[in-house]
């Protein structure tokens, strides 16, 4: 089969030409929104609610985040933060203690500085937020000493 070539600038009227030209040259612009670009990676369950929190977030505070998700809180990138994390920690409906991320804290400001609404937020991150739970609960609780060990035997070790 033999192919043929057709010249553009033979067939198209000057405008035509001229214009699909000046669109080839051009690179399109890649325009990504950052709240979608971060959507994309949390659990889709959590999906609305983390869209409203980042919307109000973008407009209503100097909070911000970079193209590789660590926090910018006033102007100051906090290094190994993930944006990703605190809002999936932030949003679980499960009991959880770990609020020792980096970035936890600048977050948690920027909630009560924009006044979002606690209810788009998960039990602990609430219980957080209200200062029942800190960042040294880390770890689990200890389990109570069974009734039968005296408080000599349990010590003592």
Do not use: C
Request: charged share 30%.
């Amino acid at each position: 089969m033999a192919t043929t070539t057709v010249k553009l600038w033979k067939v198209l009227p000057k405008e035509m030409y001229e214009a699909l030209m000046n669109e080839s040259e051009e690179e399109p612009k890649k325009e990504t929104d950052s709240v979608v670009s971060m959507l994309k990676v949390l659990n889709p369950r959590y999906a609305d609610r983390a869209e409203k929190i980042l919307e109000i977030l973008k407009v209503n505070t100097s909070f911000t985040w970079n193209d590789h998700s660590q926090v910018v809180w006033k102007g100051k990138t906090i290094g190994s933060s993930n944006l990703n994390d605190i809002l999936s920690l932030s949003l679980k409906n499960t009991p959880t203690q770990r609020f020792n991320l980096p970035g936890v804290l600048e977050f948690a400001a920027a909630v009560q500085e924009a006044n979002i609404p606690r209810t788009l937020f998960g039990p602990s991150f609430r219980k957080f937020m209200e200062g029942d739970l800190n960042l040294e609960n880390d770890k689990k609780p200890k389990k109570p000493v069974p009734a039968w060990i005296t408080f000599d035997e349990h010590y003592r070790k």
